[in-house]
């Protein structure tokens, strides 16, 4: 605020100098009913702002989606703590082509005459049944079917399962 003893008429004045005089709703008043924004829209509705909510994200919104929201497209949500994936498991027959392997790396160990394979350290969950196993083996693993360990048993092994002490030894 400016006050200015010497004004217009030798009275005095003040001179206010605020920033929303020089803005174009007050050049405008007035003189127009549309404020320069025409005759029919009339800057109304959704036309002026490219669509309602998220319309236009993949075409003229799409920089502005890249830039503040890149996430926005994809899954996501909730994911059922329950279900599992598929457990990585072995058969017998594999299991009998690599146990020798296996002991030559020094991945497996000979105990009593017995081959002793821990299929966790391996990165295998369960042992399976298919095919027919002739070595003798010491087998330690989270879980097994029950003929796989059966098979295992007739061989001359036994199986260790892992977290159930005693079931399936």
């Known amino acids: 605020m400016n006050l200015n003893p010497k004004g217009p008429r030798g009275a005095e004045t003040m001179t206010w100098t605020i920033p929303r005089a020089r803005k174009k709703s007050r050049k405008l008043r007035g003189r127009t009913r549309t404020m320069g924004w025409g005759r029919i829209g009339q800057h109304r509705k959704s036309g002026s702002r490219g669509g309602r909510g998220a319309a236009g994200l993949g075409k003229h919104k799409k920089s502005w989606m890249l830039r503040y929201a890149?996430?926005?497209?994809?899954?996501?949500g909730f994911r059922n703590p329950t279900s599992r994936g598929e457990q990585p498991a072995i058969d017998l027959e594999r299991l009998e082509a690599i146990v020798k392997d296996l002991a030559a790396r020094g991945q497996a160990k000979i105990e009593d005459g017995k081959y002793v394979v821990d299929l966790e350290e391996l990165g295998y969950?369960?042992?399976?049944?298919?095919?027919?196993?002739?070595i003798s083996v010491k087998v330690i693993v989270p879980s097994a079917s029950s003929k796989a360990v059966e098979k295992v048993k007739a061989a001359g092994g036994e199986v260790v399962i892992k977290?159930?002490?005693g079931a399936g030894s």
């Open 70 to 76: 890149p996430n926005w497209f994809g899954k996501r």
């Open 125 to 134: 969950a369960k042992l399976l049944g298919r095919g027919r196993i002739t």
């Open 163 to 165: 977290g159930a002490e």
